[in-house]
């Protein structure tokens, strides 16, 4: 992901400022696509830079999703970053500066597993249950991970790329049979 | 070939416990821990600095004052597939719990099978009130990766189309909400001026709803022609008519009675929630995307941001109707302002040659032919592009690998999130007032659920 300094326009938010240091050191840091700058904690990291940030001014956690890049294990990243195939990507707003930051934490392969930010977002909630649901990612620390979307007993997390589409029919709770 | 799934009942808890953590229902109070009773009483209550009062809790309560009833999720008030699980203490409600996903029909992972420019179709059947804003979230994203210009032209339809849409939408609140409190005839007024608006619309893009008429590149058409008179008549009416539901409502006894100070929302609460639009402006907090993080050209027009006091339901309703007005006031300064040229962009990329064209050159209809099957290939990257709904925040996360689909495609609703704030403004109201509550947040359940 090269710089893109030259693109921009009318039609969108495009501009390209470094602002690395606005992440604490030991944090990979990169330029973004209409954002300020997108960091790329490790999973240990990854809680202590949210909480730096929201203690620097982001009130509002205004995203988190998961992406599953099991095509793409060898995507372009940050020297110092190892991809896996689950990535949880946030995106934490400044109301007082007017700034976005985006945070793109390798999430693990097997068991994909991170830190939840209910603790200091509690408006992270659904959104992290969402992510769960469509894509097995855990939360730790989460107080209420169950399936937002899809219906309890539903087999696995329709988003993961190696779910296949129209395999099952229908799938829902069991109906009573004919009496 | 694997073996056919066989739905047994044992088969079923299996499955549970390997992909699911537990129920999405409210549980009865003796089930519930102390800490969880705490967060369903509203999650904000344990923010640092908000702390938690010990006897807002009431676990101490016993099972049997309580009783938990199911809202929905076919329910006339919940405009739409909402399910909401309240415990009652009498008539007053102590806890509340949203199920959602009656809606869900996959449309994150519908929009991996469309190519970008098949995608405007899908975005824009999320929040189905609002089709031209998501619509525009998703081509802004789509432009931001491919790094193209849109035609000035194109930047202020697309303004004017919004702010027409903004309108609608909120019209249709003003209509619902009415309807929630008893007036029916506050129902039929808002739907019939809206009516104005989806003509218009219908002029235009050829669709009353679900336009896809913002596109990568720009407009899918220029305006019709005799459009200023159109929306001139459009503005005048409705502003004129603003003040007739201030007549009907504004001062209205019953309305103010029910909605005057009920279900309040501290500006600290609403951000520790995350949730945006007129829900957050009116606790006082100045933040609508089109005056703080200007996009499109609404840094070049006037308009106020219109913000409460209170946070409470009267509030909310005050900024939504204001907020019809603004939206008159840009579109008032659009029809002056409409700079003339290519409503699209004529990078050859995205943009199809025009039909003339296609029945005198061979090489236009293959442009043509292989713009539609196969669509454009957009750099690889990644790209969130936020622009304010009528609900608030509506936010697009596209990562792209290269090829003509995004890789993924992610839509941060703002009624979604919004929603996470049912459970802290209907605590301690009466059964009544839910109703109120789930108006004035509005919600959408085709982007709740997508």
Not at chain 1, 99 to 123: C, K, N
Not at chain 2, 92 to 120: A, C, N
Request: charged fraction near 25%.
């Amino acid at each position: 992901m090269d710089a893109r300094s030259t693109r921009g326009g009318k039609g969108g938010n495009t501009e390209v400022i470094s602002l690395s240091p606005l992440a604490p050191p030991g944090v990979v840091t990169s330029d973004a696509l209409a954002c300020d700058v997108a960091c790329f904690p490790t999973r240990d990291q990854y809680f202590a830079l949210v909480e730096s940030f929201k203690n620097d001014g982001f009130e509002l956690c205004s995203d988190v999703c998961g992406v599953d890049y099991l095509e793409h294990m060898d995507r372009p990243l940050p020297e110092g970053v190892v991809g896996t195939r689950f990535e949880v990507v946030t995106n934490l707003l400044s109301l007082s500066k007017k700034q976005r930051v985006r945070i793109r934490v390798q999430a693990g392969d097997e068991e994909p597993e991170v830190a939840s930010l209910f603790a200091l977002y509690p408006g992270s909630e659904a959104l992290e249950r969402e992510t769960f649901d469509m894509f097995g990612i855990l939360f730790s620390g989460h107080p209420d991970l169950t399936r937002i979307l899809m219906p309890e007993e539903w087999e696995g997390h329709p988003l993961r790329k190696d779910y296949g589409t129209g395999r099952v029919p229908v799938q829902f709770k069991e109906a009573p049979g004919p009496r | 070939m694997t073996e056919p799934t066989v739905r047994t009942a044992e088969r079923v808890d299996l499955l549970t416990a390997e992909t699911s953590e537990g129920a999405q229902e409210l549980r009865r109070r003796r089930d519930t821990q102390t800490d969880e009773l705490g967060r369903e009483l509203g999650a904000v209550l344990r923010v640092n600095g908000l702390n938690i009062d010990p006897n807002s809790i009431d676990y101490e309560r016993r099972d049997d004052e309580t009783m938990i009833i199911n809202m929905g999720p076919s329910h006339p008030s919940t405009h739409g597939v909402l399910r909401l699980m309240l415990e009652l203490d009498g008539e007053f409600v102590l806890r509340t719990k949203p199920v959602i996903g009656y809606l869900h029909t996959g449309m994150e992972k519908t929009g991996e099978d469309l190519s970008y420019v098949q995608g405007g179709t899908n975005v824009t059947r999320m929040d189905y009130l609002s089709p031209v804003i998501n619509e525009l979230s998703y081509s802004m994203a789509v432009e931001t990766l491919l790094g193209i210009e849109v035609p000035e032209r194109a930047v202020w339809i697309r303004m004017m189309m919004s702010e027409l849409n903004r309108m609608s939408s909120h019209l249709v609140w003003m209509a619902t909400n009415g309807m929630d409190l008893g007036s029916t005839s506050m129902m039929i007024y808002g739907l019939r001026e809206r009516e104005l608006i989806l003509a218009f619309f219908e002029k235009t893009a050829g669709l009353r709803m679900n336009l896809n008429y913002v596109r990568p590149g720009g407009v899918a058409a220029d305006l019709p022609d005799g459009w200023q008179d159109d929306v001139q008549v459009i503005c005048d009416t409705i502003y004129e008519r603003t003040f007739e539901y201030d007549q009907l409502l504004t001062g209205q006894p019953i309305f103010r009675q029910r909605m005057i100070g009920v279900a309040p929302i501290t500006a600290e609460e609403a951000l520790a929630l995350s949730v945006t639009g007129p829900l957050l402006r009116s606790t006082g907090v100045a933040w609508d995307l089109r005056r703080t993080m200007p996009y499109l050209a609404y840094d070049q027009v006037e308009f106020d941001v219109i913000v409460g006091t209170y946070g409470d339901n009267f509030d909310r309703y005050a900024i939504r109707l204001n907020e019809i007005r603004e939206s008159i006031r840009i579109v008032r300064q659009c029809i002056d302002m409409m700079p003339r040229g290519d409503y699209r962009s004529q990078d050859p990329k995205v943009t199809p040659p025009p039909r003339a064209r296609i029945g005198e050159s061979m090489e236009a209809l293959i442009h043509h032919f292989k713009l539609f099957t196969e669509g454009f290939h957009v750099p690889v990257g990644e790209v969130y592009s936020a622009v304010e709904s009528p609900r608030g925040e509506i936010g697009c996360y596209i990562v792209s690998d290269g090829g003509p689909k995004p890789y993924r495609i992610h839509v941060r609703g703002p009624s979604f999130v919004n929603l996470q704030a049912v459970s802290l403004l209907m605590r301690g109201g009466s059964m009544s007032d839910t109703i109120t509550v789930i108006s004035t947040i509005d919600p959408v359940m085709g982007e709740v659920d997508r």
